[in-house]
């Protein structure tokens, strides 16, 4: 004798588990590309910098630039307009022109523990040499006129903050640098100026050079 089906049994859907993970996975997978998109999409102000910046500098909002830029999430790690307190900020590391402020650059005191000290370059500079350029600065003692000790490193990794060219109709000589030199070597360069040693800025090898 046939056996007739229940009444529950009629028109019964079954649906596959493994059906309703891939559709949800589906619709999450959707919406976080659209979160990503419209979140890349948004436009949001940031600082940039107008002029290359070196570690020491303090600067202030009218010292940058501001620009319009998709970054999405990534706002957080860059200084926007109404970041800068009234004192300033301390750049902690050299920005290049033109490049926006990481957070991670600037602080609210100077902690970089260089002082700026301006050296006279006897000849003309590489033209590689600018702001924001990394130099070792040798001098040679001079043992009497025109006769100097074999030249040797006084500072290794000194900074370029700025350059200083000759002004007026005379030329006064070679530009002067100004470097940015650990505060504990200050002293040893300050006193191989006043001695007259012979001082050369050299441009430093970059490592893996």
Do not use: N
């Not at 999450?28 to 419209?38: D, E, F, I, R």
């Not at 979140?39 to 002029?51: C, H, I, K």
């Not at 300033?88 to 005191?109: H, I, Y």
């Not at 924001?132 to 500072?155: C, K, N, Q, S, Y």
């Amino acid at each position: 004798m046939a056996r007739r089906p229940a009444r529950g049994d009629r028109g019964a859907l079954r649906l596959d588990p493994r059906l309703l993970i891939g559709v949800l996975l589906e619709a999450g997978s959707a919406t976080g590309v659209w979160a990503l998109v419209s979140g890349l999409d948004e436009s949001s102000d940031a600082y940039v910098a107008r002029g290359t910046l070196t570690p020491g500098t303090r600067i202030e909002a009218d010292d940058l630039a501001v620009a319009s830029v998709r970054l999405g999430s990534a706002s957080a790690h860059y200084i926007a307009p109404g970041d800068i307190p009234a004192a300033g900020l301390v750049v902690t590391r050299t920005v290049g022109d033109g490049e926006l402020v990481p957070t991670s650059s600037v602080d609210d005191a100077d902690r970089t523990g260089l002082a700026t000290v301006v050296v006279p370059s006897r000849r003309a500079l590489p033209s590689a040499l600018a702001t924001g350029a990394t130099v070792d600065v040798w001098a040679a003692r001079e043992i009497e006129r025109g006769t100097f000790e074999p030249p040797a490193v006084l500072v290794g990794g000194a900074q370029i903050a700025g350059i200083q060219e000759p002004e007026g109709m005379v030329d006064s000589g070679g530009v002067s640098v100004e470097l940015l030199v650990p505060r504990e070597k200050v002293a040893a360069l300050l006193q191989a100026l006043a001695a007259g040693d012979a001082i050369d800025l050299v441009p430093a090898r970059v490592s893996g050079d």
